[in-house]
């Protein structure tokens, strides 16, 4: 089965950037190389992968560029901008745009922040920016930004929207209702948006876990309703290595979500792990 995976992160752990990552996380409290990140592609019989952005500097988007440039593996990069500049932030992407043409998809680390940042103008603005360049804006949210997202995403209906982590779905709590109605209503309403189920593990009560079996039965309903709002030609592998590695092994989550599909046979499998992907970041 040809995998493409399409959020992996590389880091230098140092500095203010990276002080989330405490001394309980210590499965990922190190660097992560691009040779760490090749030899998990190698082991796992993945064929791509796209960087995604940990730090919200141009500077460390352009790094990613650089790795991805020499690196066939890496075939797309989701970079970072201020998406509050407005039509300021165009200057930006282009300065993106001229270091490789594997810049596929930029995103604003919006987690954490009041939802109606959302929607200001400015930020309206900065999105279309990133559509008109041709390129993908991913979505980086909570369930409680939902209801924003939605109305961001009615302005700007020539984006193409990725929704990161499915929108990180508060599984340690089983709190699924809200989440579930709001991902449909985006799914269902907005043609334009695809999903990467990825770094849903991490949302769980992944430290309980005792077996593969415990892991599923958590995650499945999360998943079902991904499916279900989404479609199989919307939603797209995803690992979130490295911090996927705080709950799973990377072969632990290629097979989880193959355990789904195999038991969801109506899901395409293909689609799944890379005709989505290929067709998203426009791979072919």
């Not at 995976?5 to 140092?14: A, F, I, K, Q, S």
């Not at 958590?218 to 996927?244: C, H, K, Q, T």
Request: glycine share 6%.
């Amino acid at each position: 089965m040809k995998i493409i995976d399409t959020h992996n992160h590389l880091w230098v752990c140092e500095g203010e950037h990276f002080e989330w990552i405490t001394a309980d996380l210590e499965a990922i409290r190190r660097d992560f190389t691009i040779e760490d990140l090749l030899d998990v592609l190698e082991g796992h019989q993945v064929e791509g992968a796209i960087l995604v952005q940990a730090v919200p500097q141009l500077e460390e988007s352009e790094w990613l560029l650089r790795i991805a440039a020499d690196t066939p593996q890496i075939k797309g990069v989701v970079g970072w901008a201020d998406m509050t500049k407005g039509q300021r932030v165009g200057s930006d992407l282009d300065r993106l745009i001229s270091q490789s043409n594997k810049l596929k998809g930029i995103r604003y680390m919006s987690q954490g922040l009041p939802a109606e940042h959302l929607i200001d103008p400015d930020f309206i603005d900065g999105v279309r920016c990133v559509g008109e360049r041709g390129l993908v804006y991913e979505l980086l949210i909570t369930p409680s930004q939902l209801a924003c997202v939605a109305q961001l995403i009615s302005q700007c209906p020539d984006t193409t929207f990725v929704i990161e982590h499915c929108a990180k779905p508060i599984i340690r709590e089983c709190l699924i209702e809200e989440w579930q109605e709001g991902i449909r209503f985006i799914g269902q309403r907005y043609s334009n948006v695809y999903c990467k189920l990825s770094g849903i593990a991490t949302e769980a009560n992944y430290g309980c876990w005792k077996d593969q079996d415990q892991a599923y039965k958590d995650l499945e309903p999360y998943i079902d309703a991904v499916f279900n709002a989404f479609g199989d030609r919307r939603v797209m592998f995803g690992s979130d290595w490295p911090v996927s590695l705080l709950a799973l092994h990377y072969a632990d989550i290629v097979s989880l979500c193959q355990r789904y599909l195999k038991s969801h046979p109506h899901y395409s499998m293909e689609q799944f792990y890379h005709a989505v992907a290929e067709h998203v970041y426009s791979l072919k």
